[in-house]
């Protein structure tokens, strides 16, 4: 187990990227680009999330059977938001007043 | 949300709490040391809570 352990310096280096990262999106966020401003700000959140995944759960450096099962977690998630947002986005189409 | 997330972090807190206590009296070895893990992935997993749920409670249509 202890293999995928890495140098202090790695970690560090994270914290530093995290820090870096907020002040990044606190900056982004007082800048106006419309609709974009929210994809900027998950984008952001996304990049910092796989940054933690990655070094601090030590997911890098470890049986690749983990990332997998990662991966078709999120996958679930993706269809139950996208679930979400097919009903969000159709919300009036049917003409029916509360439908 | 922010409420749930705070108990989550108090119960972080408390978790890491013991386990530095007991890693400072040599409780933990290279070869057994599952509890600081998992204590570990409890504490990240609060802190990717948070990654998402900042920009989105407090930076998103903020301009």
């Known amino acids: 187990m202890p293999a995928h352990v890495q140098p202090l310096r790695v970690y560090f280096s994270v914290f530093l990227a995290l820090m870096a990262f907020t002040a990044l999106t606190v900056f982004a966020a007082f800048v106006n680009l419309g609709p974009a401003n929210t994809f900027v700000a998950l984008a952001i959140a996304v990049a910092k999330a796989t940054l933690v995944i990655l070094y601090f759960m030590h997911v890098k450096g470890n049986t690749k059977l983990v990332p997998v099962v990662i991966l078709s977690g999120l996958f679930f998630l993706f269809i139950l938001f996208l679930l979400l947002a097919a009903d969000y986005g159709t919300r009036g189409w049917l003409g029916v007043p509360g439908r | ?63």
């Open chain 2, 1 to 63: 949300m922010t409420g749930l997330h705070a108990l989550h972090m108090v119960i972080g807190i408390i978790l890491v709490a013991y386990v530095a206590r007991r890693a400072w009296s040599g409780a933990y070895t290279p070869e057994n040391h599952n509890f600081l893990e998992g204590t570990g992935l409890y504490w990240h997993f609060v802190d990717l809570v948070w990654i998402f749920l900042f920009p989105l409670l407090y930076l998103i249509g903020r301009h």
